[in-house]
């Protein structure tokens, strides 16, 4: 098991993780909380959320998860870095 240390939190981004296990299933939830956050920071982030909600519309049934990740990572990387 992990647990928090002693040291106190900073501004920037926290990230926060919840699992469990039951047998054989297992569970996880992760959190991101961006506290004032720089303007790179934030960008960042609203690119990672864009290639999640494409990734997301892209997946049916039959469909590579590779693939839909591979559509949806390379034209946000073109758009951050050209």
Known sequence: MYFSDSNLLHFG???CMLGTR?????????????VEPTADMQANYDL????EEDILNRLQHGM?????????TVPCLVLKYG
């Open 13 to 15: 981004a926290i990230v």
């Open 64 to 72: 590579c998860v590779c693939v839909c990740v591979a559509l949806s």
């Open 22 to 34: 039951y047998k054989s299933y297992c569970s996880n939830v992760v959190r991101t909380m961006l």
């Open 48 to 51: 990672l959320l864009r290639v």
